[in-house]
């Protein structure tokens, strides 16, 4: 009888009991008791023993060594072979396989779970999920998500949030209506994606109470992607003054902003008119270790943009540490004929239409602040120059939520199913308003 055998269920207790808590010393308990699984021989008599200390090792944060055992047992079953992939799914980190596998990340871990046989569970696939995601590899993300027999609200979480992360919000929002069960972090996921690309809630999401109700129903699990949803929430809804005190209520408890906070807390600033305000907080971003992006300067844009400070604003962008983008001189453009400065305006429009030539709508901008400033010569010039491109202008769009269903109304469409009923509706308020 091997001599180890009689306490083989306490050293059982004994790893299982490493914590990521006790620091340096659990590190050091793990390589001793791997040593001595080493030298009792016991990495041969059975598999529970060097399994438990491999998924310890993945608890703290060791992949590494947990590659180490895994290849010193002569014969890992399945059993074995799913904690490894579990373990390198859990940590991020890779079979070594030169460089080609550093640029194809995940797919090392996946190669493992298909050649090897293993069926992974709903860690696995989706901790593949998020891996594939964060690289760029949406479809290969939404197979593996498809592919899972049993998925659980993390599984969907974490496949809408890929999708938010890449910016495909009509994906996520579709897959958030598929969902059986939504539970808090769900309601975060897809209001903060709508929030960073700026659209409006209410349409598609529901309505900022809503969002609030499920925040104050779980105190317990304000992280920090739950203040940061309530604040883009109350950003997009006008209410820069509760959105503000959410971010200070936020930092009271502790929870550090990420980049992704600041740009609802910069959009309640340029919402409310607080100047001042959103500029401290933009000159402050480093304060929390976040370099600027395109979206917060796209919200400094908008917010000195609504006060007429144009020549600030002008300045923001040409030292921008990124090229500005169609959305920054658009904002700029909008900026331009609100407060009818043609110069700055020429320059917007002319950058938009060096970026798309084919999108009218500066062009279209220029008109109308050519109009504004009565400069009639101007504004001839540029229709001609229209008309000989045959440009036409994107028509509006707007849409409605009734029952449960969105209504989409394209100007000049005559698509919608309904369309002669609404619009007999709209002669007879036509005619009752003027009988009135």
Do not use: H
């Given at each position: 009888m091997h001599p180890l055998t009689l306490s083989s269920t306490a050293l059982l207790r004994l790893i299982k009991s490493l914590s990521p808590a006790a620091g340096p010393r659990a590190h050091l308990a793990a390589a001793a008791i791997h040593g001595l699984l080493f030298k009792e021989g016991l990495l041969h008599a059975g598999a529970h023993l060097p399994t438990a200390l491999l998924s310890a090792y993945a608890a703290l944060g060791r992949p590494r060594h947990a590659r180490d055992l895994f290849d010193e047992m002569p014969d890992p079953g399945l059993v074995t072979r799913t904690a490894m992939a579990r373990a390198h799914a859990a940590s991020g980190s890779f079979p070594a396989a030169g460089m080609a596998a550093a640029r194809r990340p995940g797919k090392m871990v996946h190669a493992v779970i298909v050649t090897s046989g293993?069926?992974?569970?709903?860690?696995v696939s989706t901790e593949l999920i998020r891996v594939y995601g964060e690289y760029g590899e949406l479809s290969v993300s939404r197979r593996l998500f498809d592919a899972m027999p049993v998925r659980s609200t993390v599984s969907w979480n974490a496949m809408v949030h890929q999708y938010i992360r890449h910016s495909?919000?009509?994906?996520?929002?579709?897959?958030?209506?598929?969902?059986?069960?939504?539970?808090?972090?769900?309601?975060?996921?897809?209001?903060?994606?709508?929030?960073?690309?700026?659209?409006?809630?209410?349409?598609?999401?529901?309505s900022i109470e809503k969002a609030l109700q499920v925040f104050e129903k779980a105190p317990g699990k304000r992280d920090l992607y739950s203040w940061t949803t309530v604040i883009c929430g109350l950003a997009m809804h006008g209410k820069a003054a509760d959105?503000?005190?959410?971010?200070?209520?936020m930092q009271d408890n502790g929870i550090r902003?990420?980049?992704?906070?600041?740009?609802?807390?910069?959009?309640a600033c340029a919402h409310g008119g607080l100047v001042d305000e959103g500029l401290r907080h933009f000159y402050s971003l480093e304060k929390y270790a976040i370099t600027p992006k395109i979206e917060h300067y796209g919200c400094v844009i908008d917010l000195l943009g609504r006060v007429g400070r144009l020549e600030e604003a002008y300045s923001i962008i040409r030292t921008m540490r990124m090229k500005p983008n169609a959305v920054i001189w658009g904002a700029f453009l909008n900026a331009c004929k609100v407060h009818s400065n043609v110069e700055l305006g020429e320059i917007a429009a002319a950058e938009l239409t060096r970026l798309d030539p084919d999108d009218p709508w500066a062009k279209v901008m220029l008109s109308s602040l050519y109009a504004k400033a009565q400069d009639w010569s101007s504004l001839a010039r540029e229709r001609r120059e229209m008309n000989s491109l045959q440009m036409k202008k994107t028509p509006g769009c707007s849409s409605i939520e009734l029952d449960g269903e969105v209504h989409e109304f394209v100007a000049g469409s005559f698509q919608h199913p309904q369309h002669g009923e609404i619009c007999t509706v709209l002669e007879n308020v036509e005619a009752?308003?003027?009988?009135?």
């Open positions: 293993i069926v992974p569970d709903v860690f495909n919000i009509d994906n996520a929002y579709e897959l958030f209506l598929a969902m059986p069960r939504r539970d808090v972090v769900s309601w975060n996921t897809v209001i903060a994606g709508y929030c960073l690309v700026g659209r409006y809630m209410y349409a598609k999401c529901g959105a503000l005190r959410m971010f200070g209520m902003p990420d980049d992704v906070t600041l740009v609802g807390v910069l959009n009752q308003t003027l009988a009135g």
